[in-house]
């Protein structure tokens, strides 16, 4: 699967096209290649459903949680990043486009994708002229550049993205803007012109692209940075500015009147406004979902259980609905620090006596939940191999006999007993500890169940090796989304065993292979994309196995398809509904 | 007079000091005795990326190294005349009155414990009217009509009452009420009154008539057993024998009597009831500080729930107050005792 | 005021032959045959006895009619909704049905839930009433200023907004202290909670109680006597608080069944997958159009403690025939 070819152009007519259906009225339903306005499951996920250019309105999400932050600088979710580019331009974006273009980065404040230079380890960006903030002072690379420096100050922003202080060639203890004023960061990143920045980097890195995609990019003009306190007035660079801004309940959004559509091939603007509300009980969001009463869950990780029923038994209601693939595995990690886990054939029985179709039913099913996942790449990421080391049998229940022989092999042919430890807040994960508790029982493999708090999860107990180590936890749920749809994106932070940390904190928390470690480097210097992809699957396969990682299912949501709305498709970099392109119809 | 509520008065500063020393206590002591140190404390509020040395440094920040009095001090210090709290990107200010700092949403406490507060304002005013209305009635009605089907109904229907955990019939109103026959609210909506009465009212029905069900049926046993005390007294049979019409009798003696101890009762539990209606607000998922303060369990963020428990105690201290400085004017031998 | 039978009101029927009744026999065999006469409270009585069994012999019962209660049956579900097949998947099986998602039978749960939620309610009312009857009687004994503490200290308890005190209590335990770990660590914790804070409610009946028997001839008499405080609380004050005690201990088991339901239903109680009938509505409200779900656990949690209620006011008004009514 070779998606991030570099045939730009076949991504520009894809727009044009899309453009053009739109413009010239692609109502038709035969037409059928890029847009539909026929209510059926799966309408948006490759095209355009009810495509319109009219203008007006306001469009009203919901949000079941808080919003992480909207500051750019340290925003970390998925459904933030897709909606945050309506406030704010960054150097490069994801294509606002249905099916497998929407994968790929297009210029965005930037006038066209980064120019490397030195193998790789330079990376130069032109900005468009006439990009204004909502006061209509002028952006400059040097707003791009204080943007980015100010993400660094981790003790202001703990939860945000961390690629930017691994990768540029920063001074030794530059610790931000705030704390580190007047310090020269010119060996990282340098603004020649106004209009021009280029960044420096440690080592060659292809695939920085991705990185100037990321929303800490937007600028941010200093004379209005506040800090922590930035999130209450996000200023705008995009074409919709922070009308009310009230934390925890709710926000919206106005038209940014000095965002010129001249500057902007990517956005169209459609709505006069977007209205959010936080915090909304998640079945509420359903109901109101259904009724219409309500347009988008900005979430965007699909139904809860209570309308899972009602929507797949009811055909009209289903017809309603779009289920989309996400990059992102739920999983569970089987430790080998712990005895008798350190004993390869143990790991394998785990993974055979594992129950998947259990597993995926304590995610909530194949539409709600995902698919059965034997891999740890999911299949949307480039470079994604199938072969399954572990067959479950023919009903994927787990093969009763290879689990008890490989038990054998492993000198405990009775079984042993093990820790395992889930998030307390989450059901899905408690419902997977319960399932596997279940199907090891059948040879012998004992697990206790150990509920953490969900925020020290990593820190204190999952993703710490000496607890992990000392309270015996053979096994811990775990799940990895990528920040990009990319092997890098998808598999550094969970197969490298250099990102664990002895005091805690990392999201790996069994892979320790050092032939893995080799792989990974030599991937990531290679800066031809489809070379660099090729190497992602056996990194995989290799992992697998060690037999240290038991994976669930690839992620899918069921999501209720706006009613009221035009333009809608699924993005594929978010896998939820493209924020940027609706319009009310 | 003076002196008795200047007693009173003081009684309940010293209330109030002592339940927060022991709800600070817990949440600073308690961790620590099993195994938690200022480090794992201050875990809880930087990011995932942190090193032992950011760590450390916040914790130190924030005082952790402190003895726990000197910690709570701090924090009774800031709820008149403020704190400044150090998180590492600068000073936040968190004016008095500071309940404290959230780290998790980095937002003091006290702005969003004033914004919970209608939400659970509302349900526990339109809730106590209708118990009061129902409950009362049904146990004047019951003690005139002792031994009656209607008693008898009654008293069952109210022993039904409270023995339902209000989570259970919550979740069947939803059930029934909201989701099949569709006559009220979802759960998980609220108006505030100010934008739309109607609708204000229209989502707090059936949290108003499931609370109203628990408490009715308590306040129709009490007042029916209140009722049957007084009407055997003596002074009743006085009334009676001077030849005061029936009805008299009942609602002036009879009910008035009866009518303290449940004003007592009825300060508790309406304070108790604005210090979070945890459950109803769980089921219901309405945004009062009952729910605040469950959220906040769930994500570990302490200075809420410190807030919100000494907001509680402080309703509950401030109703029996009330319950007391009231006696006082209706009986003046309570001045004395 | 003649009172029919089968009332809830069950005061001697008629005092004159109650009184002649009573002639030479004691307290305790007088109070029995007042119980036995109410039909309701024997009736609640013989509910309560029903569900100590089913408590106590729970694996057996669970063997004959159920299946292991945390044994997946998804084979039973409808994975595309998570709903059982048919609805609720009630069968000769599964008497209550299966849970939706993991298709455990609720039968078997609500079985084993009457475990944890009767041994948590009856122990957390014996540390209160421990802690109650101690305090109550040192206060009303001694008076002054121990009195003068005491009381102080019980105005402190019930002064806590108990609930959201007890889930931020419950909610910063970690998984293993104080050398315990798991379920045991968990109950352990919810009996002291319950326990804890329910003990004023005791305090203050035994309180009063004692004031007014240190006042009785019979004390006094005991006193010129030259008898030590301990033989006059533990021989002749002790005795007589033993009816309100058991009274109000009884009357205190539905409440704290319906506190340790409500911290559970808050996930701060039993932790999954040990099943406890607040954590089986929690669960259930995540399914909430599913009606069986929520049910099972609902109507044992409501019988439980209805019958509770019924045999304590019988109780009470068997002791105390001129008691509140």
Redesign the interface.
């Not at chain 2, 005795?33 to 938690?36: D, E, H, K, N």
């Not at chain 2, 930087?46 to 032992?52: E, K, L, Q």
């Not at chain 2, 998180?87 to 600068?90: D, E, I, L, M, N």
């Not at chain 2, 369990?297 to 570990?300: D, P």
């Given at each position: 699967m070779i998606r991030k070819s570099k045939v730009l152009v076949a991504g520009t007519a894809a727009l044009a096209l899309l453009l053009s259906a739109a413009a010239c009225g692609g109502n038709d339903d035969t037409d059928g290649s890029t847009s539909t306005s026929k209510a059926e499951f799966n309408a948006a996920m490759t095209k355009v459903f009810n495509p319109s250019d009219k203008k007006g309105g306001t469009i009203k999400l919901a949000n079941s949680g808080d919003w992480d932050t909207v500051d750019p600088g340290e925003t970390y979710y998925g459904y933030s990043w897709n909606f945050l580019r309506l406030y704010g331009r960054g150097l490069l974006m994801f294509k606002p486009t249905p099916g497998a273009e929407g994968n790929k980065v297009t210029p965005d404040l930037a006038e066209g994708l980064g120019v490397p230079s030195d193998g790789g380890k330079t990376w130069t960006y032109k900005l468009r002229k006439g990009v204004k903030f909502e006061d209509g002072t002028e952006v400059k690379a040097a707003d791009v550049k204080y943007a980015v420096l100010r993400s660094i100050d981790k003790e202001t922003f703990p939860n945000g993205p961390a690629y930017f202080e691994g990768f540029l060639n920063l001074p030794a203890n530059y610790k931000g803007p705030y704390k580190s004023k007047g310090v020269n960061t010119d060996s990282a990143i340098t603004t020649p012109d106004d209009s021009t920045i280029v960044f420096h980097l440690k080592s060659a890195f292809g695939g920085f692209d991705y990185l100037a995609a990321l929303p800490q990019t937007v600028p941010v003009p200093e004379a209005k940075d506040t800090g922590a306190k930035y999130k209450e007035h996000v200023v705008s660079s995009g074409p919709y500015m922070f009308d009310q801004n009230n934390l925890g309940k709710n926000f919206s959004l106005k038209r940014n009147p000095n965002w010129d559509q001249a500057t902007d091939p990517n956005r169209k603007a459609l709505p006069d406004g977007y209205e959010v509300s936080l915090n909304v009980n998640a079945d509420d969001i359903d109901n109101r979902l259904l009724s219409g009463d309500l347009d988008l869950d900005v979430v965007g990780t699909g139904v809860q259980p209570a309308a899972l029923g009602r929507v797949v038994g009811d055909p009209a209601l289903k017809a309603q609905t779009d289920n989309p693939v996400l990059a992102r595995l739920w999983y569970t990690s089987i430790n080998p620090t712990v005895a008798p886990l350190d004993n390869i054939e143990c790991r394998k029985a785990v993974e055979f006596a594992a129950d998947k179709t259990g597993y995926q039913t304590a995610y909530g099913g194949p539409l709600a939940g995902g698919d059965i996942a034997t891999t740890i790449l999911p299949p949307m990421i480039p470079g994604y191999e199938k072969f399954d080391l572990y067959p479950a049998g023919a009903d994927n229940t787990g093969d009763v006999d290879k689990a008890k022989a490989a038990l054998a092999a492993c000198g405990q042919p009775n079984g042993f007993e093990t820790n395992m430890g889930y998030r307390a807040e989450r059901p899905k994960e408690k419902a997977t500890a319960e399932s596997l508790q279940q199907s090891l029982a059948r040879v012998g493999i004992k697990l206790t169940l150990k509920p953490f708090p969900q925020g020290d999860y990593f820190s204190q107990y999952a993703g710490n090796p000496p607890y992990v180590k000392a309270n015996k936890l053979g096994l811990v749920t775990n799940g990895w989304g990528a920040d990009w749809n990319d092997g890098f994106g998808f598999l550094s932070q969970i197969v490298d065993s250099r990102v664990i940390r002895e005091t805690g904190g990392s999201s790996n928390t069994s892979v320790r292979i050092p032939q893995v470690d080799q792989m990974l480097d030599a991937a990531v210097a290679e800066t031809d994309t489809a070379k660099r992809d090729a190497q992602w699957g056996p990194i995989d396969k290799r992992v697998m196995e060690e037999a240290v990682i038991l994976p669930g299912v690839y992620a899918k949501s069921l999501m209720i398809r706006p009613k009221r709305l035009s333009n809608v498709f699924v993005s594929e970099a978010y896998s939820m509904y493209d924020y940027l392109s609706l319009g009310v119809a | 007079m003076i002196t008795y509520i200047i007693r009173r008065l003081f009684a309940a500063v010293v209330?109030l000091f002592?339940?927060s020393a022991?709800?600070f206590a817990?949440?600073y002591l308690?961790?620590r005795?099993?195994?938690?140190t200022p480090e794992?404390l201050a875990?809880?509020y930087?990011?995932?990326?942190?090193?032992?040395e950011?760590v450390n440094l916040?914790a130190h920040r924030l005082g952790f190294y402190d003895p726990v009095w000197v910690q709570y001090g701090r924090w009774i210090k800031g709820i008149f005349v403020g704190a400044n709290y150090d998180?590492?990107?600068?000073v936040?200010r968190c004016p008095a009155p500071c309940f404290g700092y959230s780290f998790v949403?980095?937002?003091p406490v006290w702005p969003?414990l004033l914004?919970r507060l209608p939400v659970t304002l509302s349900l526990a005013i339109g809730a106590s009217v209708l118990w009061l209305g129902f409950g009362l009635s049904t146990g004047v009605v019951s003690a005139l009509r002792?031994?009656s089907l209607l008693d008898?109904a009654a008293?069952?229907f109210s022993?039904?009452g409270?023995?339902?955990?209000i989570?259970?019939t919550g979740?069947?109103g939803?059930?029934v009420f909201s989701?099949k026959l569709g006559w009220t609210a979802?759960?998980?909506?609220y108006t505030p009154f100010t934008e739309d009465p109607g609708q204000w009212a229209y989502a707090l029905l059936l949290p108003w008539a499931v609370l109203a069900l628990q408490f009715s049926a308590q306040y129709a046993r009490l007042t029916r057993?209140g009722m049957?005390?007084t009407m055997g007294e003596d002074y009743i049979r006085t009334a009676r024998a001077k030849g005061l019409r029936e009805r008299d009798v009942n609602i002036k003696h009879g009910l008035r009597a009866a009518l303290t101890p449940i004003l007592t009762i009825f300060g508790?539990d309406f304070g108790?009831l604005l210090?979070?209606a945890?459950?109803t607000e769980?089921?219901f998922?309405l945004?009062g500080l009952?729910k605040y303060?469950?959220d906040a369990?769930?994500?570990?963020d302490?200075p809420k729930?410190l807030g919100?428990?000494l907001m509680?105690?402080f309703?509950?201290?401030i109703a029996?107050l009330i319950v007391d400085l009231l006696y006082a004017v209706v009986d003046p031998r309570v001045r004395v005792g | 005021m003649v009172v029919g039978p089968g009332t809830q009101v069950p005061i001697a029927a008629d005092p004159a032959e109650g009184a002649k009744a009573i002639e030479g026999r004691s307290l305790g065999r007088i109070a029995w045959t007042r119980l036995k006469r109410d039909r309701v409270a024997m009736g609640g009585g013989c509910v309560v006895i029903f569900l100590i069994l089913v408590a106590v012999f729970a694996p057996v019962i669970v063997d004959l009619f159920g299946s292991p209660p945390n044994e997946f049956h998804q084979k039973l579900i409808d994975t595309s909704t998570l709903a059982p097949y048919g609805g609720t998947g009630i069968s000769g099986d599964h008497l209550f049905g299966v849970e939706p998602q993991n298709g455990r039978d609720i039968f078997s749960r609500v079985v084993y839930g009457a475990r944890i939620s009767l041994l948590i309610a009856f122990l957390a009312t014996l540390v209160s009433v421990v802690i109650g009857s101690t305090l109550g009687v040192i206060a009303g004994y001694f008076g002054g200023w121990v009195d003068a503490l005491i009381s102080r200290a019980m105005d402190v308890f019930l002064a806590f907004p108990l609930l959201v005190f007890s889930i931020a209590l419950a909610g910063v335990i970690p998984d293993s202290a104080f050398g315990l770990s798991g379920d045991s660590l968990r109950i352990a914790l919810l009996i002291f909670i319950i326990g804890f804070f329910s003990w004023p409610y005791i305090g203050r009946i035994v309180r009063g109680q004692t004031l007014s028997l240190r006042e009785r001839e019979f004390v006094d008499a005991a006193r010129s006597l030259g008898a030590r405080s301990p033989y006059i609380i533990f021989k002749e004050m002790l005795p007589n608080l033993v009816g309100p005690i058991l009274v109000y201990a009884t009357l205190l088991i539905p409440t704290n069944i319906l506190f340790e339901a409500a911290l559970s239903f808050l996930g701060v109680g039993i932790r999954p997958p040990t099943a406890s009938w607040g954590g089986m509505l929690a669960d259930a409200a995540k399914f909430y159009t599913i009606w069986h779900f929520m049910f099972f656990p609902g109507i044992a949690i409501f019988i439980t403690v209805l019958s509770f209620n019924l045999f304590g006011d019988g109780l009470r008004d068997a002791l105390d025939p001129k008691g509140k009514r």
């Open positions: - | 209330l002592i339940v022991a709800t817990i949440f308690v961790p005795l099993v195994g938690s794992t875990t809880r930087v990011g995932r990326a942190a090193t032992p950011t916040i998180y590492g990107a600068g936040e949403t980095r937002q969003d914004d002792r031994g008898r008293m069952g022993l039904a409270v023995s339902l955990p989570f259970f979740m069947i939803l059930l989701y979802p759960g998980g909506t057993a049957l005390d508790l108790l210090g979070g945890v459950l769980q089921v998922s945004p009952g303060a469950v369990i769930n994500t570990n302490l729930v919100v428990t509680a105690a309703f509950v201290v029996n | -």
